[in-house]
C-alpha cells in the first residue's frame, strides 16, 4: 500500500512540474522575449531605483526583481493574453515604498493581461482593457 501510495505522490508531483512549462519556444512571439524595465505600475510611475524588471524567456519562464526581491515563474499564452502561472520569490525585506511597489507588481501578475509590443514599449492591460503596466525594453 505505502509504494502505491509513494507511486501516486510521485506522479503527482510529475504532472506539476510539467504543467509549470506550459509554453514552448516555437509558440513565445520573439518580440515578447527578453527583459523588460517597468516605467509605470498600476498607472503610478515605477520606483526608479532599484529597478523593477521583468525578463519573459522563451522557454515559458519569467523571471525579474520587484526592486528588492527575485522572482520566477512559469507563464501561457493564448489570444492576445498572457497569463502569468503561480509565482516564487525571495523574502527580503526593503524600504515601505520599494515593498509596496513589489507588492503591487506580484499582484499584477496574478491575472490574465493583454499585451502589446509596440518598438521598444511593452504595454500589459487588464480584463476592462485598462493600462496596468507598461515597460521598456532593456538592451544588454
Known amino acids: 500500500m505505502l509504494n502505491v501510495l509513494t507511486a501516486a505522490s510521485c ?6 512540474l510539467a504543467s509549470l512549462r506550459s509554453v514552448g519556444a ?8 527578453g527583459s523588460w524595465r517597468a516605467e509605470t505600475i498600476n498607472s503610478g510611475e515605477a520606483v526608479d531605483d532599484p529597478e523593477v524588471v521583468l525578463e519573459i524567456r522563451e522557454d515559458g519562464t519569467f523571471g525579474g526583481t520587484g526592486g528588492c526581491n527575485f522572482f520566477t515563474g512559469a507563464f ?12 516564487e520569490a525571495t523574502h527580503t525585506t526593503c524600504s515601505p515604498a520599494v515593498m509596496e511597489q513589489e507588492q503591487r507588481l506580484l499582484d ?3 491575472a490574465a493581461l493583454a499585451w502589446k509590443v509596440n518598438g521598444a514599449m511593452l504595454a500589459l ?3 476592462d482593457g485598462a ?4 515597460l521598456v525594453s532593456v538592451k544588454r
Open 26 to 33: 516555437e509558440n513565445v512571439p520573439p518580440e515578447l522575449i
Open 76 to 87: 501561457s499564452l493564448s489570444e492576445g493574453t498572457i497569463t502569468f502561472g503561480p509565482t
Open 11 to 16: 506522479a503527482c508531483v510529475l504532472i506539476e
Open 131 to 134: 493600462s496596468v503596466m507598461r
Open 108 to 110: 499584477l501578475l496574478k
Open 125 to 127: 492591460a487588464g480584463p
